[in-house]
């Protein structure tokens, strides 16, 4: 049974203008414009990772020529392949894949025989409120169990890395059986690892219980890509004979842009307009700095 767990870190990522450029070759012309909409550089970056995260994939796990790949988003935005259809057989079970990107990091789970979800968090301050009062308006997130347990962390910054690390887990499911906003997330509750969190290792004894009732055919992995993001991967339903042959939990493996872009091959012509308009948004929060500074 394969598995695939891959991070890139889109926060520190400064594309040249032909490594920008590059890249916007190598998505679908939909996914580039779609990219080339956002406001802020961040999550053009992101985004960018995202896809090319995903043709790594398949490219290189499926066996599929780059120039073949035909990605296309469910009403619900989650990515799945259109063409060519995934061909399979006893030997070669089926992958199932999921993103996420928020923070400084875009991730990439995938998984044979299992469905998947990856969610990843940054923990951070609430940017207009308390701690206790972002606390307030999240209350209906998690039930009283959660809250019990992220509200018994010392300090308020640790309160914060416990709601965010129980938010991945929320997400990595609702991700994973694709069912989005209209899921009540008070329905799953979690019941974390009694094994401390730590940066280059990985948990799976965190427990999910839905409606009430223990579900034992969910198996939650947890790491840290550094002291800050939280990520959380889904995997299920798996019975007995699935869960025994789980390979090993593995962490993330942190490629570089030249590693994210090994297989890839260009899709459309070079458009130098598209470096034009990143730079603008790249140069944005610099500009404004100087603004402030000189008024």
Not at 97 to 103: A, I, K, P, W
Request: charged share 20%.
């Amino acid at each position: 049974m394969g598995s695939v767990r891959w991070a890139f870190r889109c926060g520190s990522w400064t594309p040249s203008r032909s490594d920008w450029l590059f890249a916007a070759r190598c998505v679908q012309r939909e996914e580039k414009d779609r990219i080339g909409q956002f406001v802020f550089a961040k999550d053009a970056k992101s985004a960018m990772a995202g896809r090319l995260l995903l043709r790594k994939f398949v490219c290189e796990r499926m066996g599929i020529p780059w120039s073949h790949i035909r990605l296309e988003r469910s009403p619900r935005g989650k990515p799945y392949l259109v063409a060519p259809l995934q061909v399979t057989t006893s030997s070669d079970p089926s992958w199932s894949f999921n993103l996420s990107h928020q923070g400084d990091y875009a991730v990439l789970a995938a998984q044979q025989e299992l469905q998947v979800g990856v969610d990843v968090m940054k923990t951070t301050m609430p940017g207009s409120s308390s701690v206790p009062a972002f606390f307030r308006i999240m209350t209906r997130q998690f039930t009283a169990h959660e809250w019990s347990t992220i509200q018994s962390a010392d300090s308020e910054h640790q309160q914060l890395a416990a709601f965010y690390r129980h938010w991945t887990l929320k997400e990595s499911f609702i991700k994973a059986i694709g069912t989005g906003l209209g899921f009540n997330v008070q329905r799953v509750e979690f019941h974390l690892s009694p094994e401390p969190l730590t940066q280059g290792s990985v948990l799976r004894q965190t427990k999910m219980h839905l409606d009430e009732e223990p579900e034992e055919e969910w198996i939650f992995e947890e790491s840290l890509l550094d002291a800050d993001h939280h990520v959380a991967v889904a995997l299920g339903p798996a019975d007995k004979a699935v869960s025994a042959f789980l390979p090993p939990p593995a962490t993330f493996t942190l490629l570089s842009f030249g590693e994210l872009i090994a297989s890839a091959s260009p899709l459309t012509e070079e458009d130098p307009a598209y470096w034009e308009g990143f730079r603008m948004k790249a140069e944005a929060p610099q500009r404004q700095r100087d603004t402030q500074i000189s008024g």
